[in-house]
């Protein structure tokens, strides 16, 4: 009896799963769903008088989605790629070739190595203090000297943008507009516009020298401004309108910029007050007793000590750079 009473719940347990799954299968055409929607497929295939806003909305959604599409294929093409060492002395706005950037970085390898060799006579040191001196800190100067470039032609091109709109909205000539902004503007916005110009006398079309701007300054800005005054000279349009729309999303990207970095700017002080703290310790520890601390400068086992300690300093400094730095 107990397996009879097994097997017919079995039974029914089936029985309830097959009409709920019955029931799942012809609801769409017991409540009427399926035949709601094919009198709303009618109504968009029969009435191509009434139904034309929807089409026409869905084409300018596509049409904006490829533009976006465009727009971000451009600029991770351009993140992607590499930088090479004349790029980064044409972004620091450095006038001098790779061959004498490097014999410099040699010669101030070469006066490190000598420093290391007469203070400390350590061959570890010695060759530390020539690769930091040859490869690390010549290439950090020039990445320092590329970022404010690029930091200040970002600020003042906003600026630069609403001359050429206010120039154009009064009949002057494009060009025109720009000879104004390379005027009037300090560097690195003054040399990039004089480049423009120049380039227009020897031959170069507008848009080929406005695209040569963001080959010298890689930054999204120059690169909105580029593509707008390609697709201007292409295909028209209203240039002062569009370089208006360029510009306010350039001073609402600044607005966010601004915004992040006030926000993250007690992470950066702690970052800066962790990475400063050993220095600052082991400097008033040799103030106040200076023997403690010769086992570091005098014994092999010290100075293989600092080196890894300076190894992870590093480490844990870029860690946190990367943490608290913030593409817009």
Known sequence: MHIAGNTLLIALLIGIGALALLLALLYPFLSGDRMADKRRASLVQSGPGKRVAPTRQVDSAQRRKQVADSLKEIELRGKQQAVTLDQRLLHAGLKIGKGKFLLWSCIFGAFCALM?????????????????????????????????????????????????????????????????????????????????????????????????????????????????????????GNLAEGLGNLSRVLRERKKIAQKIKAMSAEAKASAGIIGSLPFIVATLVYLTSPGYMDMLWLTSEGHTMLLFSAFWMGTGIMVMKKMISFDI
């Open 116 to 236: 290391a060799f007469i203070t400390v006579e350590n061959p570890i040191i010695i060759g530390a203090a020539a690769f930091v001196g040859a490869f690390g800190i010549p290439r950090w100067v020039l990445s320092f000297m590329r970022n404010r470039r690029l930091k200040r032609f970002g600020a003042l091109f906003p600026d630069a943008i609403d001359v050429i709109i206010r120039g154009v909205k009064a009949g002057l000539p494009l060009l025109e507009s720009l000879r104004i902004v390379a005027k009037e503007f300090p560097d690195p916005v003054r040399t990039e516009f004089m480049n423009v110009i120049e380039s227009q006398t020897v031959g170069l079309s507008l848009t080929e020298a406005v695209e040569r701007i963001a080959e010298r300054v890689p930054v999204a800005e120059a690169r909105f401004f580029a593509i707008l005054i390609g697709i201007q000279q292409k295909s028209g």
